[in-house]
Every structure is written in C-alpha cells, then in structure tokens.
C-alpha cells in the first residue's frame, strides 16, 4: 500500500492485515517502555487544517512509539493564515521530505490531492465530508476485539450522516467485512442515495432492537451552516441514544468528541457497555499499523508526478 | 430593430477563393461540394466545384475533403475583462473563439467591475474594439452590482450598446426584481438572460445531488435549484409578455419547463453547454476541478433529457459558457475550486465526435444550432449566401486531434475535455470578414 486516502480504495484482506498487526502492535502498549525502533530515522509530518485533539494525538503518538520523529503543523499561527495554498504548504513542508504526510483538511479529495504532489506517503486524517479511513479501521479493531468476526452483524449507524466523514468511512468498512450497516436519523441528515453505498436507511429507530452495534455519531455542529433540525432537543426525543432504547446485549460506539444529552445519554455514555474508551485505546495502535504499512521496508523516494492539471 | 454593431479590432478584409469544399448552410439550403469566392471581405461568388479561376489576386485554399460551414455563434462566453486579465482578456479569448470556429461571441458582465453602468460598457467595448479578433457583443447586468437588489438603468445601457442583460454567474432570487426588469424590458427591449438556481437549495454544494456525492461527502445541488426557478421565470415572462432566455440548462426538469412555457406560447428560448451535453456527474468521481461548473454536471437521464431537447429544438442553442480561471485557481481542493471550464476550442469537435459521428445529431442540425444565438439576440445570422458579409469556418471532419495537444489559445487551460480524442478540426475561421484563426499546419495553395 502506497497511501491511505480512503476505505473505498481497500479490499477486506486489506483491513485484516492492518487490524491484525495493530492486534501485534496492541502488546507493546502493554510493556513498560512503550517504544519498537521499526521505524526509526523515517519522518513523519501531522499536517493538520482542523481541530483535532485525538486523532493528532494519537497520531504522534503511534509514530513515537514506532521511533519515528514526528513534526506537528497546524494551520493556525503558520503561513497558511497569509493565505499560503496548501500545493505551496505541502511542496514547502516536503523540502524536508517526510516519509509520511498525516493529512487533515475540511476539505473533500484533499488528501488525494496531496499525494500527487508529494513524494511522501499519505494518510488521510479526514478529508471534509469524504472519508476518516484510520477510524473505520480503529472502529473494526475495537469490533473484532469484542465481537470476534464482524460477518452478519447488523450495525445500525444513527444521527447525522450528511455531515460525517465516519459515516462513509464505516458503512464501506463494516460492508467489507462482512456486516450489515443500516443508517438512521432524520431525512435532513441523510443524503439522498447514500444507500448507494451499500447500507439500508432507516427514518426512525423504531427497530433499532435489531442492531448487534449502535454507532452513534457526533452532531456536528461545526460543519454545519443552518440548522438542519428543527432543535437538538427534538433531534434528542427522537434519536438519541439512551437506556430506554438500547439493551444490555448491544455495543455502543461513538467517534468523539461526544455531545452528552444529545446523540448519547450520559448515563450511555458511562456505562460499561459502551466501548468509547476501547476506541481511543485503539487508535494508538491501529495507526501504529498504518503507518507500518506504510512506511516499513525498503521505500524508494518516488519522484513528484506532473500536476495533474496539464 | 437595426442589428448592434459589435466589437472588434480593425483587421485587413480577406480575399479568399475556397475550392472544392462541401458547403453546408441548412438555413440556405445549401450542401454540397462548390467553389466560394471572398472578396473584401464578402461572400462574392459560389460556382460549381473547380470553376472559379485560381488567377486572381488573394489566397486561395484546398478545401477538398473539407466543410465550410457558417461560423458559429456563442450566446454565452467570460472574457474576464476587466479586471481578471489574468484569467482571460479579449484578445486571448477571441483567439479561442476563433480558433472554435466562432464567428461571434456575447461577452457576460459578470467581470471586475461588473458592467452595470453605461460607461464600464462603453469602456469594455472599446477594448474589445482594440483587442477581439471576432465581434463581441455585450450585456449588461440586470441588477447593480448583480446584486440583485436594483435594477440598473436598463435604457441608457442598451442606447450604449447592450444586447440584453443577466446577472449570470448569479441567479435573480428575487421575484419582484425580475418582474420590473420584464416590466422595463418593454420600454428598452433586449433579451433577459437568467442563470437560473435557487440559492436555498444550492447553498454548500459543489456537485450534482446523487449517489456520487452522497458517496464522496461533496455537498450536493438538486437539480430542482435549477427546474424550480425555470418554471417560475417561465410564469413571469408570461405574465409580462417579455423575452427571456435560460442559459447552460442542464436537467430533464428544466427541459419540461421550458418545453411547457413554449406550448403556452411565451416568449422563451434556451441554451446547453456541450459539457452538459456530454458529460454527467460519473466525471466528478475523480475530484479534477475542472468537471466543477455551473449548474453542476448532472446524471445520464438528465443528459438524454437535454440531448433530445436540442434535438428536438425545445433548447434552441448550443452555448460554451466559456469560463477561463488560472490554475493557481483551479489547482486546489475540489470544494474550495471556482466552477467553471473552458469551452470555446472544443465545443464543435466535441460535439461532432460524440453526438454526430454516432449518428444522435445530424451535421445539419448541429450547424443549425451552434448558429441560432444569432436570432435569439437580433444579430444577423452567419450565412453562405452570396452578397452576405464572410463569416465562415473551414473544418476537417476527419482530422483528429487531442484537446490541448498544442496548448490552447485561452490563456486558462481549465478544459473539460483536455486530453479527449477528437475527431474534426477547425481549420480557419472568417469573422466578420476578416481571418481570424488559421491552423498552424494548414497551408495555403498559392497566395498573390
């Protein structure tokens, strides 16, 4: 594998080997010096346009732990804010060629983008409204810990997917290995069509009794520009995750950061049954395998492509 | 009303006798293989194929195996000028015109100012009389500022030379605003040229609401932000008994519209872009900027819808809505991109390739309908008949080419078509009676 720009792009022999060495990966955490060399003297860059605190996080994270350095760029107080483009940021910070680009951007194919301009690996961290791949791959670790395998598992995904890059990133993740992915929320947060990638919708949670997994997703109120719900308290009468609507038997899971009393009650939230914690633990491992993946072995620095605007 | 005078640089007449093309004017009549005479720039003389005299003075051109067609006209083209030369300019603009085989081109005022008042239309059209190798014509904005919120002083730009008005680049939101601009139509005429979207259902999107953007996260404009308002300008224009003209349609819901406003006999036409007509929203999967335009590129049952409506002649016109931006501009983030390809020097040789050579439209009606802007805004129509001033292009219909191959004569390269295999090659281009475009590689019989 060359980048990690999205999970559309991945077969599920490709899923199982990074969920699988990040299972290997899992162990180092365990010890007391945290750290393998596989990655030692290889750069990292964290070039990150949004707001972020756990992926960035875990993220360098997961490179240190790899022995790779790490350099964090934030858009704030850097020379994008005197309206640098991101080619002329991303040719610039390559002059100190990174092995690896971590990419963030509000912005839909921008990672895509990046790797053609750039010799250096790239992962994509999130691109706008598109995909979030490493929490798709996170999402099936945390899963497969605990469920086993995901095949036939119905996995209902609920709340705001127009606006949710995990949303896309998930249904064709949890697809490919195996599960059955229904989306639920109201109509003005569910894309027409989005079926299209092989999901089920639901307007209602009236059968959510049905779901193994309830993945609930943030309302995100950053990216959206009018109010796509009449109130959040409307929204939370009607599909917010709480005790009166999933049992004991069934997963809950949340990207974070959550909004508390909105997509999830917070007596959810604390409750055992909620695998938030399991998720976080999993991202320092499973992009410790990505960047494995990425970066381990011999790598050629391959030579920048043509712009593609020719 | 006397035709406009449009603009252009002074250029020495041509004295041309073409041999032996196949002449094609389906408003004339005219199809079949003769000689044509231009001197001074006019059509003089059409005779029987290898009769007219070589020993005369002017060049005289091999037009065996080729077709000389009136040159075409294009309702709906962005020269930037003034004030984003950097995109475009007029000289480099009518360049791609000519190199098109356009013969006249209708300039929006969407530009840097505006043209909103009569002087900036004053001034750009003595620019484009220093710099346009092919007349321009001009409109004006609807609204100061394209606003939207006040109409301009609609007489004094047409007495100043506007063909008509548009607020293009944005749509007239308000209802009221468009019903006194049909209401001053009447006193200053001119053609009404809307960009039709409804900026509450196509606020946040970058590409045609469907699968695909579900898919990629890409906000999505339905195209009912484009039938909605047809409709509703449609009924505005009826009940003012005013002239209206859509621009780029690009959805089967806006076909039905317009079809329905014209059985109601309202006086309505409309145009399509070829990229609407052969390009849908499967383009966009890859992310390349330039597949981002406006309206956006819709699905395939769309894109049947509005080839059978040019077909069947309920879209009277093809248009390029030729948008030129740098690629400093176009070289980021598919979301963040300006929307908008260029289109001048494909448009015929795309259209011959994908929708004549499969036999979807005949030559006869794509000449027909890459001429009929002409009518729509009271300019005479480019003709073959003898007496007529020489606006005429010189195709190969079997050369093929790659679109870019040689760069362009745009000074933006935001080309939908980049890189396609085309069939059918502008080969020179007379506008307004002068030559305008020659390809490089083609070269003249003799010359005295």
Known sequence: MRHLLSISELERADIERIVEQAARFAEVSDREIKKVPALRGRMVLNLFYEASTRTRSSFELAAKRLSADVVNFASGGSSVEKGESLKDTVLTLGAHKPDAIVIRTPWVGAAALVAGWTGAAIVNAGDGKHEHPTQALLDVYTLRQKLGALDGASIWIVGDVAHSRVARSNILAFSRMGANVTVAGPPTLIPREIGALGCEVRFSLDEIAQADVVYALRMQHERMSEAWVPSLREYAAAFQINRRRVSARQLVMHPGPVNRGVELSGEVVDSPRTLITAQVQAGVVVRMAVLYELLSGARTFSPVPEPQLA | MAARQLAHSEMPLASLLVREAHLLDPRAGIDGPADVLIENGRIVEIAEPSTLSTERRGEVLEGRGRHLLPAFVDPHVHLRSPGQEHKEDFETGTRAAAAGGFGAVIAMPNTDPVLDSAPLL????????????????????????????????????????????????????????????????????????????????????????????????????????????????????????????????????????????????????????????????????????????????????????????????VIDCVATDHAPHSREEKEVPFEQAPMGTTGLETAFAALYTELVLPGIVDLALLVERMTAAAALFELPTPTLLVGEAANVTLVDLESKWFAGEHGWGSRSDNCCFAGRRLRGKVLLTVAAGAIAFRERAFSVVSAR
């Open chain 2, 122 to 313: 004053r001034s750009a059209t003595e620019a484009a009389g220093r710099e346009a190798r092919v007349p321009v014509g001009f409109l004006a904005t609807i609204s100061k500022g394209s606003d939207g919120q006040e109409l301009t002083e609609m007489a004094e730009l047409r007495a100043a030379g506007a063909l008509g008005f548009t607020d293009d680049g944005r749509p007239v939101t308000s209802a009221g605003l468009l019903r006194k601009a049909l209401q001053y139509q009447r006193l200053c005429g001119g053609v009404l040229t809307l960009h039709e979207e409804d900026p509450s259902l196509s606020r946040g999107g970058s590409m045609c609401e469907g699968a695909l953007s579900a898919a990629l996260g890409v906000g999505g404009i339905p195209t009912i932000s484009e039938s909605t308002m047809v409709a509703r300008d449609a009924e505005l224009a009826g009940y003012e008994s005013g002239r209206v003209h859509f621009q780029h349609l690009s959805c089967e819901a806006s076909v039905r519209a317009l079809a329905a406003a014209k059985e109601r006999g309202y006086d309505v036409s409309g145009e399509v872009t070829p990229h609407h007509l052969l390009l849908t929203d499967e383009d966009v999967r890859g992310l390349d900027t330039r597949m981002k335009m406006n309206p956006p590129l819709a699905s395939e049952q769309d894109r049947q819808a509005i080839i059978e409506g040019l077909r069947s002649g």
